[in-house]
């Protein structure tokens, strides 16, 4: 009996090398972003420093994070840059020359979640690639779902026998200071509600992915 595989959906995490070593450096850079942070007087797009009701305790930046020209920031970005470029080899790097593809950060911000504080479930089904970066957790820890990010199944099943691995809805990430998680931008996830004595930091993208006409 011949089995074929069918929509398979994953999402993708890596440590970055030696994050201990920039981590109190980005945590800096990040405050002193949004110290000087500048409040526009429109809402651009669901993304920036305004009251909405489904993050509540969450101080968000602008879109333009990895604009930024602070060194610590950067080196962020670039690590997303060169994770997302193996993603890409890994789906089809047997069919094209993924190396030459150029991506493009259209969004990227950074969340501060206080006490209490939460993201209810969305997703970003305007962007092909998503990511999620664990500046410091704070007191986030997955034993008990506390400020974690949960995905949710796409797939519509019903609890029958042999489809039980199907029917799973939903994947809690373990978090853990320096860990990147790169997923598809359709697929609805959350953080769950934090609760702690320090700041839950994280760090957010949309990429879009260009593919050459040749």
């Known amino acids: 009996m011949l089995k074929q595989s069918l929509w398979d959906i994953s999402i993708y995490t890596e440590m970055m090398p030696d994050y201990h070593l920039l981590k109190d450096d980005l945590v800096k850079a990040i405050y002193q972003y949004d110290k000087d942070l500048v409040v526009p007087d429109v809402h651009d797009g669901g993304i920036g420093p ?23 920031i950067q080196q962020v970005k670039d690590f997303c840059g060169q994770k997302l470029a193996e993603v890409l080899h890994k789906c089809v790097g047997r069919y094209y020359d993924t190396k030459t ?21 969305h997703d970003h089904g305007n962007s092909t690639w998503c990511g999620l970066f664990y500046v410091d957790i704070g007191d986030s820890n997955a034993y008990n779902a506390n400020g974690v990010n949960r995905f949710y199944s796409p797939l519509n099943v019903k609890t029958e026998v042999g489809m039980e ?26 953080a769950l509600p934090y609760f702690g004595g320090k700041d839950r930091i994280v760090v957010s993208f949309n990429a879009a992915v260009e593919v050459p006409d040749d």
């Open 50 to 72: 305004w009251a909405q009701r489904h993050k509540p305790g969450v101080k968000e930046s602008d879109h333009l994070l990895f604009q930024s020209d602070n060194e610590h």
């Open 101 to 121: 593809w150029p991506i493009a950060f259209e969004d990227s911000w950074y969340h501060i979640t206080k006490e209490g504080g939460y993201h209810d479930i």
């Open 165 to 190: 691995h199907l029917a799973e809805n939903c994947h809690d990430v373990t978090p853990s200071n320096g860990k990147l998680v790169i997923f598809p931008g359709f697929l609805k996830h959350s």
